[in-house]
């Protein structure tokens, strides 16, 4: 069985409007006569295109002080800041996993850049340009 995720809206008195309603409807029809569960959760955004363009600069300005290569610096600053512990439910076992930057929301994303930031001023001796500033980078 396929599991489907469909988008819609709840308005100020609380009432759901489906987007593609026709779908939803006809994808429900495999589970008549059937007990379901329903999961609603808020969308959350993900992290913009710009703001993906800014961090691979920033792992690009970082590898070329460090001598690392890209891979391996994203890959560093992904495990000293998107680790978490994942338990097994079924023996209670602890696992450490490192988080996807593509699983980030905007604000988790701008979390991360943020600890970036500080730990390569710190590390380093590097201050990353924000995306304010009027700043240019060529790639060779």
Same mark, same amino acid.
């Given at each position: 069985?396929?599991?489907?995720?469909?988008?819609?809206? &709840?308005?100020?008195?609380?009432?759901?409007?489906?987007?593609?309603?026709?779908?939803?409807?006809?994808?429900?029809?495999?589970? $008549?006569?059937?007990?379901?569960?329903? *999961? &609603?959760?808020?969308?959350?955004?993900?992290?913009?295109?710009?703001q993906?363009?800014?961090?691979?600069a920033?792992?690009?300005?970082?590898?070329?002080?460090?001598?690392?290569?890209?891979?391996?610096?994203?890959?560093?600053?992904?495990?000293?800041?998107?680790?978490?512990?994942k &338990?097994?439910?079924?023996?209670?076992?602890?696992?450490?996993?490192?988080?996807?930057?593509?699983?980030?929301?905007?604000?988790?994303?701008? *979390?991360?850049?943020?600890?970036?930031?500080?730990? $390569?001023?710190?590390?380093?001796? %590097?201050?990353?340009?924000?995306?304010?500033?009027?700043?240019?980078?060529?790639? %060779?």
């Open positions: 069985m396929i599991e489907l995720t469909y988008f819609g809206k &709840v308005d100020d008195n609380g009432k759901l409007t489906i987007r593609d309603r026709k779908g939803f409807d006809a994808y429900l029809n495999q589970f $008549a006569g059937k007990d379901v569960t329903i *999961d &609603v959760k808020r969308k959350r955004s993900k992290r913009s295109l710009a993906n363009d800014f961090f691979h920033w792992v690009k300005l970082l590898s070329e002080h460090t001598g690392y290569a890209f891979e391996e610096m994203k890959d560093i600053m992904k495990n000293m800041f998107l680790k978490v512990e &338990v097994n439910e079924k023996t209670g076992s602890i696992f450490e996993c490192t988080r996807k930057t593509s699983s980030l929301n905007k604000m988790q994303f701008a *979390d991360f850049c943020t600890e970036i930031q500080q730990w $390569a001023e710190g590390e380093f001796g %590097v201050r990353l340009p924000l995306p304010n500033e009027n700043w240019q980078i060529t790639f %060779v």
